[in-house]
């Protein structure tokens, strides 16, 4: 399952980075889908940057700075991978 949080506003191909705005919050150790017309890309965020200071975490509205293993274009939208909800159906039948 996936949850909308924000979309690429550029890519910097030398140092592949793609800066997003966020609409949600994002943390280290998070799973991002990044989408676009020709990007399907998911990886770990290992780290983030905003204003060259390395975070932990940020909220709503901030624009930050992350590595991509591959080549993402503006405009591409990113979307934080969730942890499936796990079903207790079936437990105690029987």
Do not use: C
Request: glycine share 12%.
């Amino acid at each position: 399952m996936e949850k909308r949080i924000g979309a690429v506003t550029h890519y910097f191909g030398r140092l592949g980075v793609a800066v997003l705005q966020l609409d949600d919050g994002l943390a280290v150790g998070d799973t991002i889908h990044i989408h676009g017309h020709t990007t399907d890309l998911t990886q770990p965020v290992v780290s983030m940057e905003v204003d060259h200071r390395k975070l932990l975490e940020v909220g709503p509205g901030a624009d930050v700075a992350l590595k991509v293993e591959a080549r993402v274009r503006a405009d591409d939208v990113v979307y934080k991978v969730l942890e499936p909800e796990r079903s207790v159906a079936g437990f105690g039948a029987g």
